[in-house]
């Protein structure tokens, strides 16, 4: 009985938190938008994400250290929420991850699709004009520093937000999480939401 009134506990707090992300008078964080995959084709945010839950990331394929390392925890998120909630299980939501880029000019789709080969083989990766990156690091609430119209062979710096953002399957910003979160520690935290939904989900 007291192992049932602290889990229906945490789960209310879970609840409040996601209720919370999109409460009246919040910035609204994601939306629709449409960019290209890491195999060329055009990828649209309302047919692939709507029915799943989705782990966003933004980064960038000549970050030295920081984009390796998330995306090596991301790969380990991955795994082990699909230990906790078996993909086979048809009552089990999805779990997409996605790395969209900050830095267009350079991370092409086959710059992408070899880069994120190294991390995990369901990663998508997405990339597009400045203007469509730029628009959805916006939507996303996601610091973008990258130049516009730079040339092949020109040095530059990228600076950008380093977060996971977790959505739901109607695109509803769920949780954000950071660096001081371990991989087990944000498993966690993504299972449980997982678990939570009681709404349609695709598969």
């Not at 390392?69 to 048809?90: G, H, I, R």
């Not at 969209?100 to 710059?111: E, M």
């Not at 999480?177 to 991989?183: L, N, V, Y």
Request: net charge negative.
């Amino acid at each position: 009985m007291i192992y049932y009134f602290r889990a229906e506990k945490e789960r209310m707090e879970r609840q409040r938190i996601a209720e919370a992300s999109k409460g009246v008078g919040k910035p609204k964080v994601g939306g629709k938008f449409e960019l290209v995959d890491q195999d060329g084709r055009k990828w649209s945010s309302e047919e692939e994400m709507g029915g799943r839950f989705c782990l966003v990331y933004f980064g960038f394929t000549h970050c030295p250290d920081i984009c390796p390392e998330e995306l090596d925890k991301m790969a380990q998120m991955l795994d082990l929420v699909s230990v906790a909630l078996p993909p086979s299980s048809p009552s089990n939501p999805t779990l997409l991850p996605i790395f969209i880029t900050c830095d267009p000019a350079r991370d092409t789709p086959s710059v992408l699709k070899t880069y994120l080969q190294e991390f995990h083989p369901s990663m998508i990766g997405l990339t597009g004009t400045w203007e469509q990156i730029k628009a959805v690091c916006k939507m996303y609430r996601v610091y973008f520093s990258t130049p516009e119209g730079v040339k092949p062979g020109m040095d530059y710096l990228v600076d950008h937000s380093i977060y996971f953002y977790l959505m739901d399957p109607e695109g509803d910003f769920v949780e954000a999480i950071g660096r001081t979160h371990s991989a087990e520690k944000a498993a966690r935290i993504i299972a449980e939401h997982m678990s939570d939904w009681k709404g349609t989900i695709k598969k």
